[in-house]
């Protein structure tokens, strides 16, 4: 009997540290299947040419003593050909990078990785993480499994325990705010669309100030005004979902994004705060000039 449990990751920023200790379980699980075929290759080879083994290996003494120094040998390893019961694949705009192995460092990653995918089979369980930040559209950013973590195996307790280590790291790790954005975008994005419909409106009084909503529009006009909004929509919505993602993606390594994304973002959120702050207070002043104009009249 299996037991499976799947961790929804929240927006968050990874730090090495925490890297490390998730590097360190699915390193630890993938040991448990690779250590006896390692021991069995060692042990064979030393068989077979004692003398050349203990040339590789000086150090050792006999066949034991040799086995248990180089079951850590990433060089034997290698030589020996046997597939990896882990795997560490980052992908990039401008490159992606595989490992089998947990001694890679940050230095050797791409930068702006924006998919993460790793991979650690044991004995009758395994973990998998999947990790995403570039989204196509609205439905694209709301896929529950773009960014989880599976866990899987025949012992419950193991699972659970693994559960809640890696939820209490990733909790540590998550960035409320920007969390709180990817969960509301989409009512986010349609909020965002009525303070700039009210902002058109403002500016289209302030270009001809006997423009009044009440007032019938001409088949051109008409037009124009469908026109308009309908770009507002279909534009607003790639943009804001191009931009957002490049300044806040869902998930960072720390240190890993480029110098050009993210020295702008204290710039960014001024702007963004200024923008809506004034968006909401032109909506405002709108709304209750029309209130109180019915009102008196």
Known sequence: MKTERTLRVPSLTISVETADKIIA???KIAEEKM??????RLRTAYKANPAEALRVDPGANDENSFVARNLDNQ????AMNLDSA????????NSNVQFDNPTFQMEDLPKDVFLVICRADGINRFIEIKLRSQFKDFNDLNDKQANQILIQGSNAEWVNATYQ????WIDAEKRRTRNFVYQNSRPLFWLSMV???FGEYAAAKLVNPAFN???PLSGTGALLMFGVLLATLIVGADLCIRLYIYWFPYFEIDTNLSRARTEARTLVKTFL???YTFAVLNAAKLMLASALKRWFN
């Open 165 to 168: 280590n890696f939820q209490h």
């Open 75 to 78: 060089t034997l390893r290698g």
């Open 273 to 275: 705060i200024a923008l």
């Open 213 to 215: 909503l009440q007032a």
């Open 35 to 40: 250590l006896p075929q390692v021991e069995q």
């Open 25 to 27: 379980e699915l390193h």
């Open 195 to 197: 303070l700039v419909c």
């Open 86 to 93: 882990e795997k560490y694949a980052f992908l990039s705009p």
